[in-house]
Structures are given as structure tokens and as C-alpha cells.
């Protein structure tokens, strides 16, 4: 849906909505993520109970260009599809995140795979990669 829209490219015909950018040709990996306006920090930031402030284990991923909140990953590693067989990998932690972004994120199947083919769920998954291989490469 177009209110779910922040940002995003297209190759060859804009998106029903005509949000985004509109390109001829397929760009790089690295040239759609900036053209997109994906090229932002994701961290993780402890959460609290609202009630009374206590910390709990779970981290929310947030946007680090304005502090957006865009979700929560940590039960799906510690039990997402497949979590039995990667528990406590880098490849655990990658699975999850991809299940978040193709199960969880977004409200609706159309969104989520919008987003995660062409939007920001291909940057959160493409970040996601690329952290697990620089802790991989420094183990």
C-alpha cells in the first residue's frame, strides 16, 4: 500500500503508486541501495517495560538516520524457522533477519515482498549479510 511507502526504485515502469525513484536499466547492488534512499545505519537499541522501566533481552532494530523503530528480531533467533539447527550462529542470526523481513515485517504478503525484493527489507537483508561476513571474516 502506498501509505506503507517510505522509499524505494523501480526498473523500467513506475509502481502503480508513482512513489520512488524510476530507473532504465538495473542498477548495482550498492547504486540501488543509495538511489533508493536505503543508504541509512541499522543498530540495535535495548527495549524497557513501559510499566516501570526494567530492561529486558530483547533489542529493537532501529534506523539510525531518525531513530525509526523497524522491528524486533531477537525470538526468531532464538526460535525462529530453523533456529534449531543454526542457534547462536552468524548464519542463525542472517536466517533471522531474513525471517523477520519475508514473515514478520509489513501488513501485508504484497508489502513484505515488495519490500523485501525491492525496498527497504533488500537493504536491511543486504546489511545483514554484510555484518555477519566482517564478524566471520575477523573470527
Do not use: C, K
Not at 548495482?28 to 516501570?52: F, H, K, N, T
Amino acid at each position: 500500500m502506498a501509505h506503507e511507502f517510505e522509499s524505494g526504485l523501480f526498473v523500467g515502469e513506475p509502481a502503480w503508486h508513482r512513489l520512488g525513484v524510476v530507473l532504465e536499466q538495473p542498477p548495482s547492488i550498492d547504486d540501488a541501495i543509495r538511489l533508493a534512499g536505503l543508504d541509512w545505519e541499522v543498530r540495535l537499541a535495548p527495549l524497557a517495560l513501559a510499566e516501570d522501566g526494567r530492561a529486558v533481552s530483547h533489542r529493537a532494530t532501529v534506523r539510525g538516520s531518525d531513530n525509526a523503530i523497524l522491528g524486533n528480531v531477537v525470538p526468531l533467533f532464538e526460535g525462529g524457522r530453523g533456529a534449531e539447527l543454526s542457534r547462536g550462529t552468524l548464519w542463525g542470526a542472517y536466517n533471522a533477519v531474513t525471517e523477520y523481513i519475508t514473515h514478520e515485517r509489513g501488513r501485508s504478503d504484497d508489502a513484505r515482498v515488495e519490500s523485501a525484493w525491492f525496498g527497504e527489507g533488500a537493504r536491511l537483508a543486504r546489511r545483514a549479510l554484510d555484518v555477519g561476513l566482517e564478524f566471520a571474516r575477523a573470527a
